[in-house]
């Protein structure tokens, strides 16, 4: 099942399902912050640079626990501030599109994920993702699972 809060990325994904033949997948219209799902429904969830995109991230974290079912799990890619950004930099539309405006420092990030009920394991961090994308600023991409 794919979420998007786009209709035009729905029909996309569902046009995308037909062509390559994936008969067993669905897609919803909603947004990450309101998950479109029963409570405990789900087994995995999959995210690539989508939670920094959304303003509530509390919400997420608590909306994702709140779908998963009693031994699911979570995966996540997401760019992770190691300092603070400068507020013009927070406000930077480029900076924003490319998930790094609205991220949330490291520990921030960890600790609202557990506060809604995760654990977590870090997978990866790729300091280098810094200079290849931002320009050397305080940020890396964190990959990670989390569990119920």
Do not use: H
């Amino acid at each position: 099942m794919g979420v998007d809060m786009t209709q035009a990325m729905i029909e996309k994904a569902q046009a995308n399902a037909l062509k390559y033949g994936y008969p067993n997948v669905e897609f919803r219209l909603g947004d990450i912050e309101a998950l479109p799902v029963e409570s405990n429904s789900i087994d995995v969830i999959i995210s690539n640079c989508v939670i920094n995109l959304a303003l509530d991230k509390e919400k997420v974290f608590k909306e994702a626990f709140r779908v998963l079912k009693p031994e699911g799990e979570m995966y996540i890619s997401d760019i992770v501030l190691l300092a603070e950004l400068p507020e013009d930099l927070k406000n930077d539309k480029d900076l924003l599109t490319s998930c790094l405006a609205g991220a949330l420092l490291k520990e921030e990030y960890l600790r609202l994920l557990n506060e809604a009920g995760f654990s977590a394991e870090i997978l990866n961090e790729d300091l280098d993702i810094s200079k290849r994308q931002y320009g050397g600023l305080p940020a890396e991409s964190l990959k990670l699972k989390a569990w119920k």
